[in-house]
């Protein structure tokens, strides 16, 4: 039986679309805390904040994101997103202040919750059911690589200590995830609702359907129930990692191995792009634990390496044992916060996911920050690989043994 096809004109134009939205927001992340300190003269924690409150506006933003995605559709969701993500970058131009500066910074990241949510839904409701671990896994390869390879961009764009050449290269990379957003074709979406909920409505069983959402302020209509254990085992996840991201070129400036931190970031996306075909692949045909523990076990103790490195080595070959980790998460996370959810709730499912996510990684920012200001950076390390084995605790108590349980009960009744 020939498989369905995953790559279709539709979904490599959402995936570039994406990762030229995930690329100006890591360029931003490692870029606008070094503007802080260099030329705004912060400490940690102001370095911190200026991600923390990006992220913030994301997260109020987030429950209702996945409501307008499901309600008024994917496309035009990830289109709006878009533009106020792009006319948030223009805004920085004419900032002037470190508060105007942060203002422009909570209404970008409002932005950048609305799109990343349509985007994400879009992308899976493209992928082919019997493929979606692997389809996924592609998708989020997108946004891993740019998770990567965009604080080696940003550190790039900040050597000469030029914020109009930073401004203008992210104004340009997002008018870029505008334009391929605007040529994707979505043509089951029509009116109010979306395919996915037609379908599910007219397939439903009338007695088992769930009713429709009553007027009023009710967190299931902003957070999807099912998603939402996964989905706080990935704010645990993204806790840990906001230490890399936010902190790697003050780290590596500390035991005098700066010329390091580029590469490091390249390494991490190697290891990604490497071994995720295998992994969409496991995904689909075992069990997501197959993927998860060794995940997280390499992700941690790349984590403790990292916090003992002295050498350029050391400091890769950690990157290394945490990119083949990091790379087995991400996509475990997302797919499964997409299966476990009804059809019809996909976009509150990826809401629910990001929203985790992203809180996770800006109230990391700002610990791990305060972590360094009061001791220094490896032990700010040592504290990110520690949080990395409480999420393996995690996914045990919030998924692996609820499943296994409700596995057991299904299977208990169908013998009686």
Not at 172 to 200: D, H, R, Y
Not at 296 to 302: D, E, K, N, T, Y
Request: charged share 10%.
């Amino acid at each position: 039986m020939l498989k369905e096809k995953i790559w279709t004109r539709n979904f490599v134009t959402i995936c570039v679309s994406s990762f030229f939205m995930f690329l100006t927001f890591y360029v931003l992340t490692t870029a606008f805390p070094l503007y802080v300190r260099d030329s705004l003269h912060g400490g940690q924690q102001q370095m911190g904040l200026v991600i923390t409150i990006y992220v913030i506006g994301g997260v109020l933003i987030r429950p209702f994101s996945g409501q307008w995605v499901d309600r008024f559709g994917k496309r035009k969701m990830a289109i709006i997103g878009m533009i106020i993500f792009l006319l948030a970058c223009l805004s920085y131009f004419g900032t002037k202040g470190i508060i105007l500066f942060l203002i422009v910074r909570f209404i970008h990241g409002m932005s950048y919750a609305v799109a990343s949510t349509a985007m994400s839904t879009v992308a899976a409701t493209i992928v082919p059911v019997s493929r979606q671990g692997e389809g996924m896994g592609y998708y989020t390869m997108f946004m891993s690589i740019a998770m990567v390879v965009g604080p080696a961009l940003g550190l790039f764009l900040w050597k000469d200590q030029n914020i109009n050449v930073l401004l203008l290269a992210i104004c340009i990379i997002a008018a870029l995830s505008l334009g391929f957003a605007f040529v994707l074709k979505m043509p089951g979406e029509k009116g109010w609702k979306t395919a996915a909920v037609q379908a599910a409505a007219a397939t439903a069983d009338p007695i088992t359907q769930e009713q429709p959402a009553k007027k009023g302020w009710r967190l299931s209509s902003f957070l999807e129930p099912a998603a939402l254990p996964i989905s706080l085992v990935g704010f645990i996840l993204s806790f840990a990692y906001s230490s890399l991201s936010s902190f790697m070129a003050s780290f590596t400036d500390e035991i005098h191995q700066s010329q390091v931190t580029g590469t490091f970031f390249m390494v991490f996306a190697v290891m990604i792009v490497v071994f995720r075909p295998v992994i969409g692949k496991v995904f689909d045909r075992y069990k997501e634990h197959y993927l998860y523990y060794p995940g997280i076990g390499l992700f941690a103790v790349g984590m403790f390496l990292l916090s003992q490195a002295h050498s350029a080595a050391m400091v890769l070959f950690a990157g290394v044992i945490m990119g083949i980790g990091y790379g087995a998460l991400l996509p475990c996370f997302q797919t499964l916060a997409i299966k476990l959810s009804p059809e019809h709730r996909r976009g509150s499912a990826n809401g629910t996911f990001f929203l985790m996510f992203d809180l996770g990684y800006g109230l990391g920012s700002y610990f791990m920050g305060m972590i360094a200001s009061l001791t220094d950076y490896r032990m700010m390390y040592l504290v990110a690989g520690i949080v990395a084995v409480i999420c393996a605790g995690g996914y045990y108590i919030l998924h692996h043994r609820p499943r296994a349980k409700k596995a057991v009960r299904a299977q208990q009744a169908n013998v009686a």
